[in-house]
Nanobody, 115 residues
Framework: VQLQASGGGLGQAGGSLRLSCAAS????????MGWYRQAPGKQREFVAE???????RYANSVKGRFTISVDNAKNTAYLQMDSLKPEDTAVYYC??????????WGQGTQVTVSS
């Protein structure tokens, strides 16, 4: 099982970025997929998670601005990040929990938001 994260880069405050996390290997059924992030000098923190068909949860800091979705046909999770803030600058890590394979993490992708 491998998770490949992409879509990071430089964004402007108030702008948008979309992250993708593609899972490959024996990953079905997908139990949940989500994202954590780690800013310089800070601990890794939870960002968002999607479980099942319609259950999502978000950190308070991103609620209303970020949207997580999972395309089960593509085994891919997306994190749509709108109304970006400089404090969203961090390395974003995706993870997946798969009933047949367990929990896996992708490599981090850097998101930098300029003011």
């Amino acid at each position: 099982v491998q998770l490949q994260a992409s879509g990071g880069g430089l964004g402007q405050a108030g702008g948008s970025l979309r992250l993708s996390c593609a899972a490959s290997g024996t990953v079905r059924p997908i139990v949940s997929m989500g994202w954590y992030r780690q800013a310089p000098g800070k601990q890794r923190e939870f960002v968002a998670e999607s479980t099942g068909a319609h259950s999502t949860r978000y950190a308070n800091s991103v609620k209303g601005r970020f949207t997580i979705s999972v395309d089960n046909a593509k085994n891919t999770a997306y994190l749509q990040m709108d109304s970006l803030k400089p404090e969203d600058t961090a390395v974003y890590y995706c993870y997946g929990r798969f009933r047949s394979a367990g929990e896996y993490w992708g490599q981090g992708t850097q998101v930098t938001v300029s003011s």
